[in-house]
T-cell receptor, first 114, second 115 residues
Framework: EAAVTQSPRNKVAVTGGKVTLSCNQTNNHNNMYWYRQDTGHGLRLIHYSYGAGSTEKGDIPDGYKASRPSQENFSLILELATPSQTSVYFC?????????????FGPGTRLLVL | AQKVTQTQTSISVVEKTTVTMDCVYETRDSSYFLFWYKQTASGEIVFLIRQDSYKKENATVGHYSLNFQKPKSSIGLIITATQIEDSAVYFCAMREDNYAQGLTFGLGTRVSVFP
């Protein structure tokens, strides 16, 4: 049974609209992450969280917000979506072992902003 | 800042043979962690194997093994007895010993296994 799930799996949004991507994990991991994957850039970190109530900026946070209301759930929010945010978004969870943290990924959400 | 480089963009191999792919990294930390992931045709990203910088022994999991050359900042992935299902994009990633920081990924190597 999948331990990290994402919804929706595919999303089409309009420029200027609000988009919320959701992630749920049943690993009971403290740490959760949001990445985006683009050709030529690989996977890049947007936001991460140490646990419920915490969110931290990653390498490319501009234009994104994150919310961690519980241990299991971590959302990525695009308040004003732009075409440059068209991408595939991956959520991951990891054990709270510092740098040893092995991350496990969800199936991804494909977002198209028109 | 961390940096991960995979110079091979694609490799083709015949089934049941061995494939080796390269990865070099840059870091200022003396303690760091190296990972290999596989991305399948469906887009799924799967964790394969990890090497901790303080360990001298090369990690091995199933038919995956690593060639860790610390003086060269190199971590190669070796897949023995390849199968058609090993066709995928393989990503090298690293993380310095900072609590809960994300991974820095290379751009990936596409491996195609042919009968």
């Amino acid at each position: 049974e999948a331990a990290v799930t994402q919804s929706p799996r595919n999303k089409v949004a309009v420029t200027g609209g609000k988009v919320t991507l959701s992630c749920n994990q049943t690993n009971n991991h403290n740490n959760m992450y949001w990445y985006r994957q683009d050709t030529g850039h690989g996977l890049r970190l947007i936001h991460y969280s140490y646990g419920a109530g915490s969110t931290e900026k990653g390498d490319i946070p501009d234009g994104y917000k994150a919310s961690r209301p519980s241990q299991e759930n971590f959302s990525l929010i695009l308040e004003l979506a732009t075409p440059s945010q068209t991408s595939v978004y991956f959520c991951a969870s990891g054990e709270a072992w510092g740098g040893r943290d092995t991350q496990y990924f969800g199936p991804g959400t494909r977002l198209l902003v028109l | 800042a961390q940096k991960v480089t995979q110079t091979q963009t694609s490799i083709s191999v015949v089934e049941k043979t061995t494939v080796t792919m390269d990865c070099v990294y840059e870091t200022r930390d003396s303690s760091y962690f190296l990972f290999w992931y596989k991305q399948t045709a469906s887009g799924e990203i799967v964790f394969l194997i990890r090497q901790d910088s303080y360990k001298k022994e090369n990690a091995t999991v199933g038919h995956y093994s690593l060639n860790f050359q610390k003086p060269k900042s190199s971590i190669g992935l070796i897949i023995t007895a390849t199968q058609i299902e090993d066709s995928a994009v393989y990503f090298c990633a690293m993380r310095e010993d900072n609590y809960a920081q994300g991974l820095t990924f290379g751009l990936g190597t596409r491996v195609s296994v042919f009968p």
